[in-house]
């Protein structure tokens, strides 16, 4: 492993000098194991353990990549990883996501044009009804997804993504158990939605606050 780790290293090195850019190949593998001084065997592990976490793309019969390095990409793993997380964590998971979502909230006030905010719109009133716990999960996921990307920063937006493994769990526990949960969320998907309208970063990120600790509220309950 301590020789895979050096391989792993050194290709790193060369993508953070900028030898190796975003979406360029690599050499081919014996002539970068030579200049690397690296059996082929350990520079395989490496591209092997890079691709998994985004940073090698491996085309069968093409060669290896450099993947674009993308924030959405590289935060993929992780949200890979948290799906495994207990039950028991995940009251952590949203109390990172109660420190990240009204600063996301609170920038995409100030940073959504109004075609976006009019999608915002649409997203909410395209919930039937009387929905299924699905609908509503699904709709819940939308809205809080658009409002991340309109605050226009992609690593917060990836971070923010990478969370929704455990928190999906959380909404349909919610929603199969908590009385008045449909009506709870409707009221405060609104709020939200005006506030960010009206560009009120503070009201917007206010209620995105109440929002999220009034799930983690009943979820500390729920687990206790």
Known sequence: MA????????????????ELAPGSRLPKEADLAERLGLSRNSLREAVRAL?????????????????????????DAMSFVVDFHQDDTVLQFFQVRRILEP????????????????????????????????????????FHQRIAEGSGNAVL?????????????AR?????????????????????CEAIASRQPEVARAWATVHIAGVEEWLRNALA
């Open 172 to 192: 349909i526990w919610r929603g199969l158990t908590q009385e008045n949960a449909l009506e709870k969320t409707r009221e405060q998907h609104a709020a939200i």
């Open 51 to 75: 691709a998994l976490i985004n940073v090698l793309d491996v085309r069968q019969g093409d060669g290896t990549y450099v993947t674009s390095l993308e924030p959405r990409l590289l935060l």
């Open 3 to 18: 020789v895979t780790d050096a391989a792993i290293d050194k290709i790193k090195q060369m993508i953070l000098s900028g």
């Open 103 to 142: 600063a996301a909230t609170a920038m995409a006030a100030t940073s959504m044009t109004e075609p976006e905010i009019d999608e915002l719109r649409g997203i909410l009133s395209s919930l039937p009804e009387d929905p299924s716990v699905e609908q509503l999960v699904a709709n819940d996921l939308r």
């Open 157 to 169: 937006c990836s971070l923010l993504e990478s969370l929704s493994g455990p928190t999906t769990r």
